[in-house]
């Protein structure tokens, strides 16, 4: 819960200066105002029609799917990779924990353009894949590897964070009553870091929620097939700008609920 600040503790410490108050006023403003400014310009009456269109649900069809599936190669593959960064020291492992966060501060569609080059058709690995019968521009499946891409880094981070504020007392004692690594990991190590695996798949699911630039670069932006809502909506302010702030709406409530999901970890004080 969120504990206020005594009266006898406010009174003490005085007024807030107004050289602190004015740019958090400002800043509180640049935040709250274009989010209630789309709000209430959101047509409202015919929010449920053109919710119920045939673009509208494609584009949602497969961003969940994109984004179900994102969580699931993040839990399979980051799980591994996030208790490697944590539980075992080998040489590169400060390199690698930095290319994990890499994508994190990279433009999104510099992110896209990387894909292209490794996996598109004359990327690095792109025929190799081919020759295989794989290709995967253009398709739903590159629409899931640019969303993983992108979503990986949060997941990855915040369970190790998760494993790392355990510590190893408790693999330690699991190991010395002869459980094998592998029962460690699976008894002692996940359960223990479970907060940090959920609080990891929401982020990355909401970061697969919103991605566009990687998509649209690697993916590119075909109904049924690649466009997922923030592509529709880039393609539908064009034409249609009240359309575009219905869907624009339709993300902005899924981002409510994920805070609501995370308010104990982001939203509470201690």
């Known amino acids: 819960m969120t504990r206020r600040s005594d009266p006898t503790t406010r009174q003490t410490l005085g007024r807030p200066p107004a050289v602190l108050v004015v740019p958090a006023t400002i800043a509180a403003a640049l935040l709250v105002l274009p989010l209630v400014a789309l709000v209430l310009d959101t047509p409202w009456s015919t929010f449920l029609e053109q919710l119920g269109s045939e673009p509208v649900l494609e584009a949602l069809r497969l ?26 020291d080998f040489r590169g492992r400060a390199i690698l924990r930095a290319a994990v966060a890499v994508p994190l501060v990279l433009p999104p569609v510099v992110a896209g353009v990387a894909l292209v080059t490794a996996l598109g058709r004359n990327g690095l690995v792109g025929p190799l894949l ?84 990687a998509t649209i ?35 902005l409530l899924a981002s409510v609920v994920i805070l609501a999901a995370l308010r104990n970890r982001w939203l509470t004080t201690p």
């Open 63 to 88: 961003t969940a799917v994109a984004s179900g599936a994102t969580v699931v190669a993040c839990i399979v593959l980051g799980t591994p990779l996030a208790w490697l960064l944590a539980r075992v």
């Open 130 to 213: 081919r020759d295989g019968g794989i290709t995967l521009p253009y398709t739903t499946g590159a629409v899931v590897i640019a969303h993983t891409f992108v979503s990986m880094p949060f997941y990855v981070l915040s369970v190790e964070g998760a494993m790392r504020s355990s510590g190893e007392r408790f693999d330690v004692v699991a190991a010395s009553l002869g459980a094998t690594r592998w029962t460690t990991f699976r008894r002692v190590t996940l359960p223990l870091a479970m907060p940090g695996i959920l609080a990891g798949s929401v982020l990355a699911w909401a970061r697969s929620l919103g991605e566009f630039g």
């Open 217 to 251: 670069t690697f993916a590119g932006n075909y109904p049924g097939t690649t466009q997922t809502m923030p592509s529709l909506i880039y393609t539908t302010l064009q034409g249609d700008p009240a359309l575009a702030r219905t869907l624009s709406m339709i993300l």
